[in-house]
Every structure is written in structure tokens, then in C-alpha cells.
């Protein structure tokens, strides 16, 4: 949390001493492309199921990538790649009888994988080098629990560089969902080519077991214009 407050700080001090200056200066961004690093700092979210599962996901720094083309100064479509490795301790109603009724719970911890796909669209309110922005997103969302969904399994095959080879597996609980987004911030261009952002984002993420569940939080994004 030190780290993310640190950061986010040392971003408004940029923004608040070039904003002056970037207000004054149009800019063209129409007809070029961008790509950009964003890194998400997401915070932690809690699940209670009615059975008497529960899980608390701990904050998390993910990184990723993206890419998107300016049909005009104020309008920008992309798409973005992003994951990250957030732990959790989840509290998890067991039936050892097999008569779907609750009979008894354990406790775990771990780390889970989520990986991020989103198509955005986003306004940016003024044709200038600093401007505030909105967007909207909507893609899938892969989340992987890393508890084993069964026994490890294995397979043998041969490498037409290293022979024969076996290996093998755990297979895990893992699912894929539809998720959409909005986020609001502002854009800073510190030349005609290089670019950053802060903005704070709400992701929605549609489970089919879990419902709709939401993850919110910051984000930091730098780039550069082609």
C-alpha cells in the first residue's frame, strides 16, 4: 500500500507542475497508434457463498499491455492484456457424506492467477496535452485457483529434439468469465510521442458459480504514440 500511495503521488506532482503548460498546447493524435504498460493496482475483494464458503483476496500489482488506434484527438479504441498473482485464505464448506448438505469446513490459502483481455473505448475531453478521460471495457476474465481439482496426471511423448520424454500435471479449478469495466483519470502527453495516465477503474467479472463480482482500484499507464 506504501509503495502504491508513493507512486500515485509522485504522479500528481507531475501532472499538477506540467498541467499549466500541457493545457496551452493542442496536440494530434488523430489517425496514429499507441501501445502502453499499464500496471493495476487492484484491491482486495471478499466472497460469501449461502453453502458457507468464503474467500478474501488480498491486494494485488498486476502488469500488462496494450494497443489502440485514435480515430480522432477525443476518441481512442484498443484492446489490453493484464494478470497478476493475488494470494487468498478461503474458508471452504466441505460434504464428506456426499448428501450436498454442509457437514463440515476447512481453511486454505494460496495464490491465484488471473489473466485479463478487455476491447475499451475512451473520451478524452480535450484535444490537449493534458486532458481528463473516461473509459468503458469489455472482454473475459481467466482466473485459475491453483486448488487441484484432481489427481496429478501425466503423459509421455517423444521430442523430435529430446526423444522421449514424460512429465506431468496437477489439473486445477480454474473458469472463464465475461467481465466489463469504467474507469475515469487524466492523461498527461509529455511530448509528441510519450504519454502516461493515472485513473481508477471498476471491473466487473461475471462467474458462473459466484455471480457478479467486482475488483476496483488504481491504475498507472505509460506509452508512447506512432
Known amino acids: 500500500m506504501r509503495r502504491t500511495t508513493t507512486m500515485f503521488l509522485a504522479l500528481g506532482t ?6 499549466p503548460l500541457a493545457a496551452a498546447a493542442d496536440v494530434e493524435r488523430a489517425e496514429r497508434w499507441q501501445f502502453s504498460f499499464p500496471i493495476t493496482f487492484t484491491s482486495g475483494s471478499n466472497y460469501d457463498s449461502e453453502e458457507g464458503t468464503s474467500i478474501d483476496v488480498s491486494d494485488d500489482v498486476g502488469f500488462g499491455f496494450g494497443f489502440g ?3 480522432q484527438e477525443k476518441i481512442l479504441l484498443g484492446m489490453e492484456f493484464t494478470w497478476l498473482d493475488a494470494n487468498y485464505d478461503a474458508h471452504v464448506a466441505t460434504d464428506f457424506d456426499g448428501d450436498q448438505i454442509p457437514d463440515d469446513s476447512i481453511d486454505v490459502a494460496g495464490t491465484l492467477d488471473a489473466t485479463n483481455m478487455q476491447f475499451f473505448g ?6 490537449k496535452r493534458f486532458t481528463p478521460f473516461v473509459r468503458a471495457s469489455f ?9 487441484p481439482s484432481g489427481p496429478t496426471e501425466g503423459v509421455c511423448w517423444w521430442d523430435p529434439w529430446f526423444g522421449y520424454i514424460c512429465d506431468t500435471w496437477q489439473p486445477t479449478f480454474s473458469d472463464t468469465a465475461f467481465s466489463y469495466g469504467v474507469g475515469a483519470g487524466v492523461r498527461f502527453e509529455l511530448t509528441d510521442r510519450f504519454f502516461v495516465e493515472g485513473s481508477y477503474n471498476i471491473l466487473w467479472i461475471d462467474f458462473d458459480k459466484a455471480g457478479n463480482t467486482d475488483f476496483d482500484g488504481f491504475r498507472l ?3 508512447w504514440m506512432f
Open 14 to 19: 507531475l501532472l499538477v507542475l506540467g498541467a
Open 69 to 71: 488506434y485514435h480515430l
Open 122 to 127: 475512451q473520451y478524452n475531453f480535450m484535444a
Open 139 to 147: 472482454g473475459w476474465t481467466w482466473v485459475d485457483s491453483n486448488i
Open 221 to 223: 499507464n505509460m506509452g
